[in-house]
């Protein structure tokens, strides 16, 4: 049995950093979807070329690839001893599609990175300019911000009738938001 561990949280709010931080300290395999397509997309594969404008504008892959693509990558060896999710899921269906696996693949915690908007434009466009990014633009980042409160935000809901979700203070510094999460897997 592998544990999975959710990282859900509005796009600028440190996710990936803390999952690379946690997943090292704790010898998880640190899986980010964002990631992943990224590398789709600039390899040129099927799946990048269909990916590419959805990711520039903002929007989400559809369910079917994005699933399809994360049911492969837990294949992968170091998956046994657990993994962290980043960034995945991000829509109802695919948290439904993690329940189907709960007997190899069970949801252990959720945690939901908590940061207000002011403080995510800022950090996005910092990103944007300091590695180019091309989603991290102002146009982008409207749209995601909508897409998360319409698609994302509702499995904050579906987590915690589950008894799953831990709330992260994300505003601050990034060695004292990791204490507060790493303190759930000590
Ligand atoms: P991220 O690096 O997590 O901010 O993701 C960047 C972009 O990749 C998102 O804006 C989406 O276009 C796409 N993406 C990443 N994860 C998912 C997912 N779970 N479902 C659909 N699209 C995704």
Request: hydrophobic share 40%; aromatic share 6%; charged share 30%.
């Amino acid at each position: 049995m592998s544990e999975l561990n959710i990282f859900l949280g509005p796009p600028g709010a440190g996710k990936g950093t803390q999952a690379l931080k946690i997943a090292s300290e704790f010898d998880l395999a640190h899986i980010s979807t964002g990631d992943m397509l990224r590398e789709h997309v600039s390899s040129g594969t099927e799946l990048g070329k269909i990916a590419k404008s959805l990711l520039d504008e903002g929007n989400l892959v559809p369910d079917k690839l994005v699933i399809e693509m994360l049911l492969e990558r837990l294949n992968n060896e170091d998956c046994k001893n657990g993994a962290i999710l980043d960034g995945f899921p991000r829509t109802l269906p695919q948290a439904k599609s993690l329940e189907s696996l709960d007997k190899e693949f069970p949801v252990a915690k959720v945690f939901v990175f908590e940061v207000n908007e002011d403080e995510l434009i800022k950090r996005i466009l910092l990103r944007g300019e300091m590695t180019g990014r091309s989603d991290d633009t102002e146009e982008s980042i409207k749209v995601r911000f909508e897409v998360y409160k319409k698609d994302t935000q509702p499995l904050v809901d579906f987590y915690n009738e589950k008894n799953l979700v831990n709330v992260i203070d994300a505003v601050g510094e990034v060695e004292d938001i990791y204490n507060s999460i790493s303190r759930h897997f000590k």
